[in-house]
């Protein structure tokens, strides 16, 4: 009998079935659990590939516009139904997010770090009023159910099969801008549309910027200009001078925010004026920093006695022989109805065609109200008769040959509402501009700029700065 009972406790037959009979619950669970994690993973990813593919076409509309919110609803719409999800218990085929699944609200800003929770103060809580200033859109799809395979009440009563998956995206939209020089003009109306529209046709108004000279904690005004930090951070008067000067200042900057230059610095007139072969004293080389090939400019040239050429106000017996291209004639005041500083787009064409080519307007291939680019451009093939030549006169072999050497681009602000200052940062930028130099810049202490505004960025302008423009759209959560 005990030998029969110490055989059967020294068999070893059989004991992997005994072993495999305990874990095999243990390897169906954990199998189980790896089906439920691919399938509850395979559910996320498409609900968040379809937030984010929202968010990215619904921010790309994100352009700055009073109507930006409008089209980027219609192309949320658009795009919504087009986004599939599976995995999830609803029944029948793989259903298509409907826009009773999706959610968004449109943002001005961000947290200062992705560990923050989007507050109050970063909503647009105005969507009319302040669609212009939406920068962002948060998308979040409802949550779906999922039935996990996993018997989770086997191991607790209070446990649960089934839970809910979503998905969050937060995307954005910016333009940045390339080879601009480090200035900032304060958009004479409150949006784009208005500047835009004066922009089409011949017919440009001229635009009167003055520098802001009352320190560093005025606020600036519609017509009003200022400077930029570079993209190095520098505030040094010598280098914004010098990419006044430059052909191709290696400066971005992006329209999510601009830094403005602390304080006041001198005017970068020397800089601007090289443009009009105007160089100061030990200036800069016109080799490096040459001409356009347009510089007409109402001066007369004269020669100094130890031969250098320079340039001139003319006296009073050549005044009427020598005219730069004239302000709009209703400046400084033109109506109450145009803001600050902007001409009607009406000047003197005939004037200033008879003493620079003495004949009648207009000449023939120019409009009647041709603007004053316009011009300038025609005078490349057709140049001035008059007492002023329209090349370099002083350093003609150093000419540059681009005819928008005579052209500034700028940021432009909204400096009212973003109660713009001498020193601030992380200033929105509305747009972009290109601005046309009429004549030379003022010295000290106004430094004034008179030009015509030729065209602007976004959806709002005529498209000839699209290639300094790079939109980008990206996602930031």
């Known amino acids: 009998m005990f030998r029969v009972l110490r055989n059967f406790w020294n068999d070893q037959r ?259 004026n090289v443009r009009f072969d105007i160089y100061a004293k030990n200036g800069y080389d016109p080799a490096t920093y040459p001409p356009a090939p347009n510089v007409l400019k109402g001066m007369v040239k004269q020669i100094d006695n130890k031969g250098n050429c320079s ?13 730069a291209l004239p302000q709009d004639t209703c400046l400084p005041a033109c109506s109450t109805a145009i803001p600050t500083r902007l001409g009607d787009g009406a000047w003197d064409r005939a004037g200033y065609w008879t003493v620079n080519h003495g004949a009648a307007w207009p000449p023939a291939g120019l409009d009647v109200n041709a603007s004053r680019w316009e011009v300038y451009n025609y005078e490349l093939t057709h140049p001035a008769t008059g007492s002023e030549a329209s090349s370099p006169q002083c350093n003609p072999q150093q000419a540059s040959t681009d005819p928008k050497r005579r052209m500034i681009y700028v940021a432009l602000l909204d400096c009212v509402a973003n109660q713009v200052k001498g020193s601030g940062g992380n200033y929105p930028v509305q747009a972009f501009a290109s601005v046309f130099l009429t004549e030379p810049a003022g010295g000290a202490p106004d430094a004034d700029i008179w030009g015509e505004i030729i065209d602007i960025t976004t959806k709002a302008g005529n498209g000839t700065l699209d290639n300094f423009l790079r939109d980008e759209v990206q996602l930031y959560r």
Request: with cysteine.
């Open 14 to 272: 059989g004991i992997a079935l005994i072993l495999v009979s305990v874990t095999l619950p243990a390897l169906i669970g954990f199998s189980l659990l790896a089906i439920d994690m691919s399938r509850v993973n395979n559910l996320h990813n498409d609900l968040q590939k379809g937030a984010d593919a929202l968010a990215l076409a619904t921010a790309a509309e994100l352009d700055g516009r009073s109507d930006s919110i409008v089209r980027a609803d219609r192309a949320l719409a658009n795009i919504v139904t087009g986004n599939k999800y599976t995995f999830s218990t609803t029944a029948g085929p793989p259903p298509a997010l409907t826009a009773a699944g999706v959610t968004r609200r449109y943002l001005k800003s961000l947290p200062a770090t992705d560990n923050l929770p989007i507050a109050a103060a970063n909503v647009i809580t105005d969507e009319i009023t302040d669609a212009k200033l939406a920068r962002y859109v948060e998308i979040k799809v409802t949550p779906v159910g999922f039935a996990a395979i996993f018997p989770a009440t086997f191991l607790s009563s209070s446990a649960s099969n089934s839970f809910n998956v979503g998905a969050t995206a937060v995307a954005g939209f910016s333009s940045s801008v390339c080879d601009f020089t480090p200035m900032f003009m304060c958009n004479p109306y409150s949006d784009l549309e208005s500047l835009g529209a004066t922009l089409r046709g011949h017919k440009r108004p001229m635009m009167h910027l003055k520098i802001q000279s009352g320190g560093a904690s005025v606020q600036y005004g519609p017509g009003d200009y200022g400077f930029l930090q570079t993209p190095s951070g520098s505030s040094a008067t010598q280098d914004i001078t010098g990419m006044f000067a430059s052909t191709k200042p290696q400066a971005c900057y992006q329209d999510d925010g601009v830094d403005t230059k602390p304080g006041n610095i001198p005017p970068v007139n020397d800089g601007i």
């Open 311 to 323: 340039y001139v106000a003319p006296t009073a017996a050549q005044a009427s022989s020598y005219m």
